[in-house]
């Protein structure tokens, strides 16, 4: 372990009050936008537990020995490893609360990850969940072959049917918030932090007046084929939480009644990287920049059709985007470099069907999580 996190993990261990009463901190596992993670030993669930121990855990930690002489370790089963999520006091207790409530409610999955406790001393808000053994996306989103894909989207599937059955917006679908083990074949879902309940008030931008009121008052204060000029309709605003490359098109367009199908959109991305072998594969600032990113792929006529299903239009004059756009078939063939020597297999074939029912621009006709699961992609998997 490098000084700096060393110093750091001392350092976080000293500042919270009696934390070394019931965890003994022995590294760093993550960082995120909002927060710090550290691996600990949960020295409540270890009666035995000894300094001897721990000395020899954390000498364990930083110099693993094999799997077969941890196995046969008298103490092993006796050691439960947790993750302490310190949320940085930046952010606001309106967020903190949320983010406990809802891993509260979602406990019972072993896909999604739960809550032990949590605690708070001054304004430092620890939460501590188990810990999951897992490995960077960046060091095997090149390697899996078919199957293992299948693993891993049926693994990940099954988390948001569960959170989604609670009527819960995960909202931040992305690798780095969904921890896989590569060996177990088994991820789980991390980071309630941007997540919200579903809402149910049933008035959607897709479906309502706004949608023709929004569509009359751009006649009247519009300029041809341009921005339009004393433009009086009111902004639009829409929960736009989320990372970037992974905000469906909804979010995009700023529709106001976003459902738990902003997910699919983001595993599908997932789906889309795996095949394409490419990391991040959208990767664009703003928003502005990912709806032509977006129409770059699927065209002006899909990205028009959308837009107005959200109240919004899509106009543009770059030359690249063409009215059909390509098909994710095209694309995959190209980020891949294939040829007639080298064509997509009937494996990567069905594993693009898949793909176009969950990157689908109308979240309507999307695939929900259950209907997902359902797909022949998800239950037919040769090891
Ligand atoms: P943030 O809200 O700051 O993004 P996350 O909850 O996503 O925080 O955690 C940041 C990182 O910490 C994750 O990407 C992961 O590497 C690690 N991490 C989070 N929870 C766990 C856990 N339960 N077990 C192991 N590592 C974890
Ligand atoms: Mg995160």
Redesign the pocket.
């Known amino acids: 372990m490098c000084p700096e996190v060393q110093e750091e993990i001392e350092q976080f261990a000293k500042s919270f009050r009696k934390l070394d009463l019931h965890y003994k901190v022995v590294g760093k596992?993550?960082?995120?936008?909002?927060?710090?993670?550290y691996?600990a030993i949960d020295l409540r669930y270890d009666k035995y537990v000894n300094d001897w121990d721990l000395e020899e855990r954390t000498a364990e930690y930083h110099s693993p020995r094999s799997k077969r002489q941890r196995l046969n370790h008298p103490k092993e089963k006796r050691v439960k490893y947790v993750?302490i999520?310190k949320?940085y006091v930046t952010s606001s207790p309106q967020r903190i609360h949320n983010e406990l409530e809802l891993l509260k409610d979602l406990s019972g999955s072993k896909n999604v990850?739960s809550l032990i406790t949590a605690f708070r001393h001054l304004d430092q808000v620890i939460a501590v969940?188990?810990?999951?053994?897992?490995v960077d996306f960046r060091d095997y989103f090149r390697k899996l072959d078919i199957p293992e894909i299948q693993l891993y989207m049926r693994s990940l599937f099954t988390a948001l049917k569960f959170v989604h059955a609670k009527g819960i917006l995960h909202r931040?679908i992305k690798p780095?918030?969904f921890?896989y083990d590569c060996g177990k074949g088994r991820g789980?879902l991390?980071?309630f932090?941007l997540a919200e309940r579903e809402s149910d008030d049933g008035t959607c931008c897709c479906t309502s007046q706004t949608n023709s009121i929004r569509r009359e008052s751009k006649t009247q204060g519009s300029a041809i084929g341009g921005y339009p000029k004393n433009d009086q309709r009111p902004s639009k605003r829409a929960n736009r939480a989320g990372t970037r490359g992974f905000r469906a098109p909804e979010v995009l367009f700023k529709c106001n009644a976003q459902t738990t199908k902003i997910d699919i959109w983001s595993a599908g991305v997932i789906l889309l990287t795996f095949l394409s072998k490419r990391f991040p594969f959208f990767n664009s600032p703003d928003d502005i920049d990912a709806v032509v990113e977006m129409a770059t792929v699927f065209g002006r006529a899909r990205m028009r059709s959308c837009a107005l299903l959200h109240g919004a239009t899509f106009e543009t004059a770059i030359p690249t985007i063409t009215e059909k756009g390509h098909s994710l078939a095209r694309i995959v063939e190209w980020a891949t470099a294939r040829n007639k020597d080298n064509p997509l297999t009937s494996q990567e074939k069905a594993a693009l069907q898949f793909l176009e029912a969950t990157l689908e621009l109308d979240h309507r006709k999307r695939l929900s999580a259950e209907q997902a699961l359902q797909h022949s992609f998800l239950t037919n998997i040769d090891p």
């Open positions: 596992t993550g960082e995120g936008t909002f927060s710090s993670v691996k993750a999520k949320i990850v969940m188990p810990y999951f053994r897992h931040d780095t918030n921890l789980v991390v980071d932090g």
